[in-house]
C-alpha cells in the first residue's frame, strides 16, 4: 500500500522515529525510505542522531528546504502493488483536499529562472569543450564514420550525421543549452542516435523539446515511417520547440532564427523559458489531478446513489413479491377449504338421496373415496394450513 504526504509533513515524520522503525510502517527498508526523501530534498537526521537524543544530547535539525523549481510537493511513499495512483476506492472513501496552492507566483519564478541561467556558462565555442551528452553523440558518429570508411561495402544507414553545417551548427546549440542547464542544477536529457530526443529535468518535472530545422516536416514523418536519417539543408532555418503530448503545438513555447536574431543569442532566455515550463507543467498537473478528483468522486457518488437507489427498489419489489406470495399461498388454502367443504356436503346430499343413488355397498364405497379427497384437499385436515411458501433472497 502507498501513501501520499506533503513534502512537509514527511519531514515531520522523518524527524520524529529511526528512519528503520518509520520504514517498516510502509514497507520499505530505511535505506529506501531514505532515497525517496533525498529525491524530494528532504533532510534526514544523521547517524547517531537518535543515540544522542537517547543520551540526553541534543544535535542539530535540517531544516526543510523551499521547494525548488519542477520539484512536487507531494511524495508518494511505499508499495504499490500495480504501481498507480488514486484508485477508485480512494477516491470515493477519503475527502477531496483543498485545491493546490504553489508560492510563489509566477513572475517570481521567471526572475528566478533569469537568474539561474544568468551565472551559467553558455559556450558557443568548440574549444569550450563538449557537454558529456554531446559528446557521445560526437564519438558514435565517428565510429560511424570509420566503419563506413572500412567497409567495402559502405552502407548510408551507417553514415555519418554531424558532419554537415547544419548539424554541426545544431550541436553547438545543444551544447551551450545543455551545458547552461546543467551549471544551472538541471538535467538535460538527448536519445538516438540523431540526437532528436531531447529533454531535461527539473526539480523532479520532465520537458520534452525539439530542435530541428523549420522545414523538415517530411523528414521527419518519413523518419517516423522507418526510412533513414535524411539530412537537411545546410542554410535551413532552426526552431525550438517546448513537446506536450496533451496540448496543440500552436499553445507551445518556440523560438526560431530571425534575420537580426538567431536562436544562439536567445538562449539564455530559453533555458530560463524551458525552467519556468516545467515549474508551470507542474502546477497545471497538479490542478488537473486535483480537478479530476473533484469530478471523479462527484461520478462515483452519484454511480452510488443510482445503485443505492436501484437496490433500493429491487429489495421493495422483492417485498412486494413476498407479500404478495403470502397471501396467494393463504388464499389458495381457503379456496381449498372451501373445495374440501363443497364435495362434503355433495357427499352429504348423494347420501340423502339414499337407495336412488345406486346400491348401499357401491354409496358406502363411493362415500369414502370422496370424503378422502376432501380430506386432501381441505388444508386443517390435512395440516397443509401449517406450510408457508418459500421466501427467496433478496436479489443483489
Not at 480512494?90 to 513572475?107: A, R, Y
Not at 490542478?287 to 478528483?293: A, C, F, P, Q, V
Not at 427498489?313 to 373445495?339: C, S
Not at 406450510?387 to 427467496?392: G, L, T, V, Y
Request: net charge positive.
Amino acid at each position: 500500500m502507498s501513501y501520499t504526504f506533503t513534502r512537509a509533513a514527511l519531514y515531520e515524520l522523518a524527524w520524529s522515529e529511526p528512519m528503520q522503525s518509520l520504514a517498516k510502517k510502509f514497507g520499505l527498508s530505511d535505506r529506501g525510505l531514505a532515497k525517496i526523501c533525498a529525491a524530494a530534498n528532504i533532510p534526514v537526521p544523521a547517524r547517531g542522531y537518535w543515540a544522542k537524543l537517547q543520551a540526553g544530547k541534543h544535535d542539530k535539525r535540517w531544516p526543510l528546504p523551499t521547494r525548488a523549481l519542477g520539484q512536487p510537493d507531494v511524495v508518494r511513499v511505499g508499495r504499490d502493488e500495480y504501481g498507480r495512483g488514486s484508485d477508485d476506492a480512494d477516491i470515493l472513501n477519503s475527502p477531496i483536499p483543498p485545491p493546490p496552492v504553489f508560492s510563489p507566483e509566477m513572475s517570481v519564478v521567471e526572475t528566478q529562472a533569469a537568474a539561474l541561467v544568468r551565472k551559467a556558462p553558455l559556450p558557443l565555442r568548440e574549444d569550450y569543450g563538449w557537454h558529456s551528452q554531446i559528446q557521445k553523440l560526437i564519438n558514435a558518429d565517428g565510429e560511424r564514420a570509420r566503419k563506413q570508411a572500412a567497409s567495402p561495402y559502405p552502407s548510408s544507414w551507417d553514415a555519418p550525421i554531424f558532419g554537415g553545417t547544419f548539424e554541426r551548427r545544431r550541436l553547438k546549440i545543444l551544447n551551450a543549452l545543455f551545458t547552461c542547464l546543467t551549471r544551472s542544477g538541471m538535467t538535460p536529457q538527448l536519445r538516438g542516435k540523431e540526437g532528436r530526443e531531447l529533454s531535461v529535468t527539473v526539480g523532479g518535472t520532465h520537458v520534452s523539446f525539439a530542435l530541428d530545422s523549420i522545414n523538415a516536416t517530411k523528414q521527419l514523418e518519413r523518419e517516423r515511417q522507418g526510412y533513414g536519417f535524411m539530412a537537411r539543408g545546410d542554410k535551413d532555418k532552426m526552431r525550438l520547440t517546448v513537446s506536450r503530448w496533451w496540448k496543440s503545438e500552436a499553445f507551445l513555447p518556440s523560438w526560431q532564427d530571425e534575420p537580426r536574431a538567431p536562436l544562439e543569442r536567445r538562449l539564455r532566455e530559453i533555458a530560463a523559458a524551458l525552467i519556468v515550463f516545467a515549474e508551470q507543467t507542474l502546477r497545471d498537473a497538479a490542478l488537473s489531478s486535483h480537478t479530476y478528483r473533484v469530478q471523479r468522486k462527484a461520478e462515483l457518488e452519484e454511480a452510488r446513489r443510482k445503485r443505492e437507489a436501484e437496490e433500493e427498489r429491487r429489495r421493495r419489489e422483492h417485498q412486494a413479491k413476498l407479500e404478495q406470495a403470502r397471501v396467494d399461498h393463504l388464499l389458495g388454502q381457503a379456496r381449498a377449504l372451501e373445495q374440501a367443504q363443497q364435495i362434503r356436503a355433495y357427499v352429504r346430499a348423494v347420501q340423502a338421496r339414499g337407495s336412488e343413488a345406486g346400491a348401499p355397498g357401491d354409496l358406502q364405497a363411493w362415500s369414502v373415496w370422496a370424503l378422502a379427497q376432501a380430506d386432501r384437499i381441505d388444508p386443517i385436515t390435512s395440516d397443509i394450513w401449517k406450510d408457508r411458501p418459500a421466501e427467496q433472497a433478496t436479489p443483489s
